[in-house]
Structures are given as structure tokens and as C-alpha cells.
């Protein structure tokens, strides 16, 4: 039987379709609510719109103010996106992971193999830009940069879930599970023994003066911290190998997905406000004032969360990688799954401009980067986002009728696809 023929037609498109930063939909055409047809396979419009959402919150958190002045209180973009916009790309990156691999039913023998050699380029390919990009970024602190640039994690995210991709869906959420705990136990434990980072946002010759402060920065120290981040690869990965066409599974996200976020946030309540936590925290941590710990419960660490008490673990702020974060982090994600694909099943065509830039968020993230570079965000931070977020509309919109799958994701579509079918060519000369 054939890789096209094992693929569940109305869920997963075709590798060479399908990338973590975006599908092409060239030469798509309508069938049915909430899906596009291409090249004879139907794909979710939804997985794309809760990816360009995702976009728009990454952006948002990047150039408009965390607080009020007046208040100090967080403002409504923060507390909607702040860590979840990022948890809910992870989580899509392992969905199209899935699809990359066969969909509901995973890739086996050199199939399998040529797809984990494409995926391991792809992931040098983004690790690649980001480590370019980086040095454009103004700043090295998190006081002076206005962003860190998750490009440079994505790919040892997908390094890391190369392993996992034969597995079912079951073992994949047993896995995600465990990850969700032994990352943050990990970085409490190895926090303070590991290399520190100089620049947040490392560049080639960050990487090449000191790797093994980039490699712990990656895995374990940075901002968006791979092993850590691999509860959301993997819970995607498992959503993937379902049938997310289906309307149960469609609901059984937003519901399941709102009720793990609930549950999160009432554990941390109970532990952090409740049982005592917050004491133990002021009474472990002296350097910290009760406005110093607040910080972090609201805005997350600055830069990382300290390795004091075991209590840290039980809070749930943005960037924090814990594991009441991360439960948080998946349940929002997929919920706004969940929610987008039963909203795009009667009305796809509403969120278009959304979906489009969700098809293309490797290139339009990437030109926000460097739009960033500019610093213009400081003095005009709604004027720079709305217009942003418009321009990145409208190109994303008429590009993706025009062309299909956006510039640079074509680059590293090519770069992988081009690795696998020389895997099974070679596999067949031989």
C-alpha cells in the first residue's frame, strides 16, 4: 500500500503540503464546511486560523504594553496571549508533525525514515533563520529586547520529537504527560549548575564562542526551554493521529481542553493562595518582596524562575514552564483548536484573512522580527501592531490565493522534501 493510500484523506495533507509554520493550499479549491480540497486530500482550515490567532498573539505580546500605567495591572492582550500564544504554536508544530507523518496512521519503514531526515532539515533550516535573524534584534537582556525569538527552539523541538513520531496517540499524551513534569523538575534541579546564556537571543557566533551555554539555553534555561516544551510537541503530535474531521473529537477538544485549564488554575489557587504556598515562597525567597513574586506570578521570570523552593513549581504565570503552566498552556491550546475547528466547520470563509496568515507564520513572524529591529513599537506600540497585523492580512490573503504556500515556507518545504525523496531514492537504487 502506498504513503497516499495509508493517509486519511480527510484529515491530514500530504507531506509536502504540510509544515510547522504553515500548509500551502496551492491549487485548493472548496469541499465542504471548514476544509479546502488539494491536490485530492481535504485539510482542517481551522488548524490554520488557530495558528494565525496564535501569530497575532505572539505579536501583540512583542510590541503592546504588558500593564497599565496608571494601575500597574496586566492589560487584556497580556493576560490573554501571555505564554499561550507560544504554548498554542508548540502544540499546532506537533499537529502538522503528525500530518508530516502520515497522519492518523504513522509512517513505517523507509517512509518513516525519509520523514524523520526531512524534518531533521527542516528543523536546521528554522534553526538556521532564527540564528540569523537574531543579531537584528536590538538588546541582550529582557529589560532592553522586545522579543525572544522562539525560532531557534523550534528546531530542537523538532529534533526532540523525532523519536516519538511512530507512536500512537495514547502513548503520545503518556509522554506528554511525563514531559509536562520532568522539565520543570529537571530545570529546577539543573538550573543553577548549567552554563548561562549571555544574549537571549543567540546568534552563529553566540553558538560557536559557547555551546554548551546555547545547548542549555535550548533544552532547559532559555525562554520557550525544549524539554519542557515537548509536553506540547508531543499532546499535538497525539492530536494529529486523531480524527480532528470528526465533530466528537472537534468537541471533546474545546471541552476536554477548557476543563484541563480550569483544573490547572484551581491547583495552583488552592496550593499558591490557599495552602500556603505564597508564604513559603516569601519565606524561602528574602531577596523577593511580595511585589517581586507577584511580578512573576503575573508576568513570568525576569529572566528565569528561582530554584529556592519546590514551591515554584506550583505557580502558573506566563514563560514560568511549569507544571500548572504547561497544563494550562495545553488546555488553552486546545480549546482555541477545538473551538476554531467547529467554528471554520459553517464558516471558513469568516476567518479567512486569519487562516491565510496561518499558513504562512514562519514568514510573517519572521518579518515581524525585523520590523522589531526598527524600534518604532516604542513610541506608537497600537499604531505599529494594528498596522502590522493589517499589512500581514493582506499580503498573507492575496499571496495565499495567488501562490499558495508563503515564501519562505516554500524554502524549507523544498530543503525537506528534497531530503526525503533522495532517502527513497536512494532506498529504490539500492
Do not use: C
Given at each position: 500500500m502506498s504513503e497516499s493510500d495509508r493517509r486519511p484523506r480527510a484529515v491530514a495533507p500530504a507531506a509536502d503540503e504540510a509544515t510547522p509554520w504553515g500548509t500551502s493550499h496551492a491549487g485548493a479549491s472548496d469541499d465542504g464546511p471548514g476544509t479546502k480540497r488539494v491536490t485530492g486530500k481535504?485539510?482542517?482550515?481551522?488548524?490554520?486560523?488557530?495558528?494565525?490567532?496564535?501569530?497575532?498573539?505572539?505579536?501583540?505580546?512583542?510590541?503592546?504594553?504588558?500593564?497599565?500605567?496608571?494601575?500597574?495591572?496586566?492589560t487584556a492582550q497580556w493576560t490573554l496571549f501571555a505564554g499561550r500564544s507560544a504554548a498554542l504554536f508548540a502544540l499546532l508544530a506537533g499537529v502538522s508533525l503528525a500530518f508530516t507523518s502520515g497522519g492518523r496512521t504513522a509512517h513505517t519503514g523507509r517512509a518513516m525514515t525519509a520523514t524523520r531526515a526531512g524534518?531533521?532539515?527542516?528543523?536546521?533550516?528554522?534553526?538556521?533563520?532564527?540564528?540569523?535573524?537574531?543579531?537584528?534584534?536590538?538588546?541582550?537582556?529582557?529589560?532592553?529586547?522586545?522579543?525572544?525569538?522562539?525560532?531557534?527552539?523550534?528546531?530542537?523541538?523538532?529534533?526532540?520529537?523525532?523519536?516519538?513520531?511512530?507512536?500512537?496517540?495514547?502513548?503520545?499524551?503518556?509522554?506528554?504527560?511525563?514531559?509536562?513534569?520532568?522539565?520543570?523538575?529537571l530545570m529546577h534541579l539543573l538550573r543553577e549548575r548549567l552554563p548561562v546564556a549571555v544574549d537571549l537571543n543567540p546568534g552563529f557566533a553566540d553558538l560557536a564562542a559557547d555551546p554548551a551555554a546555547s545547548i542549555a539555553q535550548l533544552l532547559l534555561t532559555g525562554t520557550y526551554p525544549a524539554l519542557p516544551y515537548l509536553a506540547y510537541l508531543l499532546a499535538g503530535l497525539g492530536l494529529g493521529r486523531l480524527n480532528l474531521a470528526g465533530i466528537q473529537v472537534q468537541v471533546g477538544l474545546l471541552l476536554v481542553g477548557l476543563g484541563l485549564a480550569v483544573v490547572a488554575w484551581l491547583a495552583y489557587w488552592v496550593l499558591i493562595l490557599q495552602a500556603g504556598g505564597y508564604d513559603q515562597l516569601m519565606t524561602s525567597t528574602p531577596a523577593l518582596t511580595e511585589d517581586g513574586i507577584d511580578d512573576i506570578i503575573v508576568f513570568g521570570p525576569d529572566?528565569?524562575?528561582?530554584?529556592?523552593?519546590?514551591?515554584?513549581?506550583?505557580?502558573?504565570?506566563?514563560?514560568?514552564?511549569?507544571?500548572?503552566?504547561?497544563?494550562?498552556?495545553?488546555?488553552?491550546?486546545?480549546?482555541?483548536?477545538?473551538?476554531?475547528?467547529?467554528?471554520?466547520?459553517?464558516?471558513?470563509?469568516?476567518?479567512?484573512?486569519?487562516?491565510?496568515?496561518?499558513?504562512?507564520?514562519?514568514?510573517?513572524?519572521?518579518?515581524?522580527?525585523?520590523?522589531?529591529?526598527?524600534?518604532?513599537h516604542y513610541d506608537q506600540p497600537y499604531l505599529w501592531f494594528f498596522l502590522q497585523i493589517g499589512v500581514a492580512a493582506l499580503f498573507a490573503t492575496a499571496w495565499h490565493r495567488a501562490l499558495g504556500q508563503g515564501p519562505l515556507e516554500r524554502v524549507v518545504a523544498r530543503g525537506a522534501n528534497l531530503t526525503r525523496r533522495l532517502v527513497l531514492t536512494g532506498h529504490r537504487a539500492s
Open positions: 481535504r485539510r482542517l482550515v481551522g488548524i490554520d486560523a488557530a495558528r494565525g490567532l496564535a501569530l497575532i498573539g505572539m505579536v501583540s505580546i512583542h510590541i503592546l504594553p504588558a500593564w497599565d500605567p496608571e494601575t500597574f495591572a496586566p524534518i531533521l532539515v527542516r528543523a536546521l533550516l528554522i534553526t538556521g533563520l532564527g540564528l540569523a535573524i537574531n543579531p537584528l534584534i536590538p538588546g541582550t537582556t529582557v529589560e532592553e529586547i522586545p522579543a525572544v525569538n522562539i525560532l531557534i527552539y523550534y528546531g530542537a523541538f523538532f529534533v526532540l520529537a523525532i523519536p516519538f513520531l511512530r507512536l500512537s496517540a495514547k502513548a503520545l499524551f503518556v509522554w506528554a504527560g511525563v514531559f509536562a513534569v520532568a522539565g520543570p523538575v529572566p528565569v524562575l528561582p530554584t529556592t523552593t519546590w514551591w515554584w513549581l506550583a505557580i502558573a504565570g506566563p514563560h514560568t514552564n511549569t507544571p500548572l503552566a504547561l497544563a494550562m498552556g495545553l488546555g488553552s491550546g486546545a480549546a482555541v483548536l477545538g473551538g476554531f475547528l467547529l467554528l471554520t466547520r459553517r464558516f471558513g470563509s469568516w476567518v479567512l484573512p486569519l487562516s491565510a496568515m496561518g499558513t504562512m507564520t514562519l514568514t510573517l513572524y519572521s518579518a515581524h522580527l525585523l520590523a522589531l529591529s526598527a524600534e518604532v
